[in-house]
């Protein structure tokens, strides 16, 4: 299998909470780093790790954050652009020859849009799980919020409560809304009104329970490896705070499964809730490095460096499944001058 060399890496929003662990392992793996965002060098602690850091406009002034994008690929001569958020991703798995000679080390074009959607990768899932007939592993039933009349959006709704709505193309925890009576939804059919989304909108029940990450590499190959963490603490845009990193060989394997089902390269996410009797139910898939990415570091799975091996087209050393530790990890925050 040919392999390429990637040693002058972009990684974009270095504001974000995967960027401290990503960033550093790359500058361990002998890496020329470049970070990006939208925010000034002084207002964050990862401008002072990275080599050269440039500011660019939001994701969503296309054009202009293209263009200048292009200007810094060519002057630092990257050979790969890693994207740390699903707002960015979205916008460089279109780019195409805007990247130039540089390689997107992400998902694109339809095998992006198939990790992204909601309602894709639930279907991606649902594959996977019934080929593996295992009763531990389950889809959320998934319904597209109808085309209605607002009352009768509203009543149908009302039928299915307790229930969570969500975009269907959602980043992050974003626009998410847990319904557990007649007035949050109220509320929250008021403020998808205001912004004309309701129709982008999927409902699903609500499952109690807590989430469970599983970071899992896959290469060009087909070799898979996993790593799952349980969250107890979470920020309010999903982020674990808190969690448990362990062991589960059946998780590990489904995980591969469903990598290879979407076509996945590298290190990418997916997120289930774990029920009080102990199955999984299948959430989502971020085709992206996930933002507590550094507690898998930390316990011994080098995501970081199988995510370059895996995008050099390297085969992957499945062999540090032997070498995680599974254990309890918080995160801890610091004070880093940025300038003076």
């Not at 202009?64 to 050979?79: F, G, M, N, V």
């Not at 139910?281 to 011994?300: K, W």
């Amino acid at each position: 299998m040919e392999t390429r060399e990637l040693r002058r890496i972009l990684v974009t929003a270095i504001g974000s909470f995967s960027a401290v662990a990503v960033i550093r392992e790359l500058k361990a793996s002998g890496c020329y780093v470049v970070g990006t965002d939208l925010n000034a060098a002084e207002l964050l602690s990862e401008s002072t790790e990275v080599d050269a850091f440039y500011r660019l406009p939001r994701y969503d002034e296309r054009e202009e954050y293209l263009r200048q994008l292009a200007k810094i690929l060519e002057k630092e001569e990257i050979d790969g652009v890693l994207p740390l958020t699903d707002a960015e991703l979205d916008v460089l798995g279109e780019a195409g020859e805007a990247l130039g000679k540089a390689e997107l080390l992400a998902p694109s074009g339809e095998c992006l849009v198939n990790a992204r959607r909601k309602r894709l990768s639930k279907e991606a899932a649902e594959a996977v799980f019934r080929r593996a007939g295992n009763e531990r592993f389950a889809t959320i039933p998934t319904f597209k919020v109808p085309h209605r009349t607002e009352e009768e959006r509203e009543q149908w709704l009302l039928r299915h409560m307790p229930l969570i709505l969500k975009p269907d193309n959602g980043r992050s925890s974003e626009g998410v809304f847990r319904i557990a009576n007649r007035e949050a939804l109220t509320r929250a059919l008021l403020e998808l009104r205001m912004l004309g989304r309701a129709e982008g909108y999927l409902a699903q029940p609500f499952v109690s329970g807590r989430v469970v990450c599983v970071d899992t590499v896959r290469d060009r190959a087909g070799n898979t490896v996993a790593l799952a963490r349980e969250e107890y603490l979470r920020s309010q845009r999903g982020a674990g705070l808190s969690v448990q990193v362990f062991r589960d060989s059946e998780l590990e394997a489904i995980c591969g499964e469903l990598a290879a089902e979407l076509d996945l390269i590298g290190c990418v996410n997916f997120e289930f809730i774990k029920d009080a009797g102990g199955r999984y139910h299948f959430l989502e898939c971020n085709p992206r490095f996930s933002g507590g990415v550094g507690f898998s570091e930390r316990a011994g799975f080098p995501a970081v460096k199988m995510h370059l091996a895996a995008w050099r087209g390297e085969t992957l050393d499945t062999s540090v499944s032997e070498r995680i530790q599974p254990c309890w990890q918080v995160k801890k925050y610091i004070e880093v001058i940025t300038k003076e």
